[in-house]
């Protein structure tokens, strides 16, 4: 029986990736990744290595969970070295604690090998720091596509404060979030960014307003990531990656 490396690929830009998760790769025997992992890191894969895709980014194209955890499972039996390479961090809405559950119930070792999440790294590239001595002491990083849902779990009325937020998963729901924050009393006029394609060389940032942010930015393509807060306004001099 095999031992599977519950992987973090990073954001995008190939250098993100940590030596660790460098090192399980040159090994594996078999790969199982996603559309969000960078497939150039496939190119580090020892020859003969066998690569699985579980599907695109975004769930609706996605196979089913349960599908894509009796694929590594299988692996698992069958091979020595089995990497589940996944965008971002493994945990960070990356349902990786699933896989490890299901792993964990079949008594197949496994290892979670963290990855550069695109929630802190995306907007380091845009020039957004997601905290800011003297503008905010904390952040967060939401699902930005349960709120499609009737009813949502998201306690709106806890992010009143000066949190800076980042929405996961949220471009197709732009409209509904803006509207939302603003509904619990959020400023019209408060800065949101919108950050598509994060640390790739077609990295693009739009900036906005909760009221204009919609407009400009709704037809940027995925992935992209929405970031809500004063911290935004730094874009203008820290930004270095699109310039
Ligand atoms: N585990 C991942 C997140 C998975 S959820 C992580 O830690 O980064 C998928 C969402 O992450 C996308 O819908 C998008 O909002 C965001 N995302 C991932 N990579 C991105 C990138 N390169 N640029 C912008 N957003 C990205």
């Given at each position: 029986m095999g031992i599977v490396y519950l992987t973090g690929a990073g954001p995008g830009d190939i250098d993100l990736l940590t030596v660790k998760a460098l090192r399980v790769i040159r090994k594996a025997d078999v790969i199982i990744y996603d559309r969000l992992a960078n497939p150039d890191i496939l190119a580090e894969a020892k020859d003969g290595c066998e690569f699985i895709y579980v599907g695109k980014e975004?769930?609706?194209?996605?196979?089913?969970q349960e599908e894509i955890n009796e694929v590594i499972y299988q692996s698992a039996l069958k091979y020595g070295t089995v990497v589940r390479l996944k965008g971002g961090d493994p945990l960070v809405f990356g349902r990786g604690g699933e896989e490890g559950l299901y792993l964990h119930e079949r008594e197949i070792k496994f290892e979670f090998i963290p990855g550069i999440t695109s929630a802190i790294a995306v907007p380091e590239y845009a020039g957004i720091p997601v905290t800011h001595r003297g503008i905010t002491v904390s952040f967060r990083v939401v699902t930005g596509h349960e709120s499609r849902k009737a009813r949502s779990q998201i306690p709106w009325e806890n992010y009143k404060t000066d949190d800076t937020i980042i929405f996961l998963m949220g471009l197709h729901n732009l409209d509904k979030i803006t509207k939302k924050l603003i509904e619990i009393g959020?400023?019209?006029d408060h800065p949101v960014a919108v950050i598509s394609?994060?640390?790739?060389?077609?990295e693009k940032t739009v900036i906005g307003t909760l009221e204009d942010i919609y407009e400009k930015a709704?037809?940027?393509?995925?992935p992209a990531l929405i970031v809500v807060g004063?911290?935004?306004?730094?874009h203008e001099q820290l930004s270095w990656f699109e310039k």
């Amino acid at each position: 029986m095999g031992i599977v490396y519950l992987t973090g690929a990073g954001p995008g830009d190939i250098d993100l990736l940590t030596v660790k998760a460098l090192r399980v790769i040159r090994k594996a025997d078999v790969i199982i990744y996603d559309r969000l992992a960078n497939p150039d890191i496939l190119a580090e894969a020892k020859d003969g290595c066998e690569f699985i895709y579980v599907g695109k980014e975004d769930s609706h194209h996605t196979l089913p969970q349960e599908e894509i955890n009796e694929v590594i499972y299988q692996s698992a039996l069958k091979y020595g070295t089995v990497v589940r390479l996944k965008g971002g961090d493994p945990l960070v809405f990356g349902r990786g604690g699933e896989e490890g559950l299901y792993l964990h119930e079949r008594e197949i070792k496994f290892e979670f090998i963290p990855g550069i999440t695109s929630a802190i790294a995306v907007p380091e590239y845009a020039g957004i720091p997601v905290t800011h001595r003297g503008i905010t002491v904390s952040f967060r990083v939401v699902t930005g596509h349960e709120s499609r849902k009737a009813r949502s779990q998201i306690p709106w009325e806890n992010y009143k404060t000066d949190d800076t937020i980042i929405f996961l998963m949220g471009l197709h729901n732009l409209d509904k979030i803006t509207k939302k924050l603003i509904e619990i009393g959020k400023p019209k006029d408060h800065p949101v960014a919108v950050i598509s394609r994060g640390t790739r060389p077609d990295e693009k940032t739009v900036i906005g307003t909760l009221e204009d942010i919609y407009e400009k930015a709704k037809d940027l393509p995925t992935p992209a990531l929405i970031v809500v807060g004063e911290v935004v306004r730094l874009h203008e001099q820290l930004s270095w990656f699109e310039k």
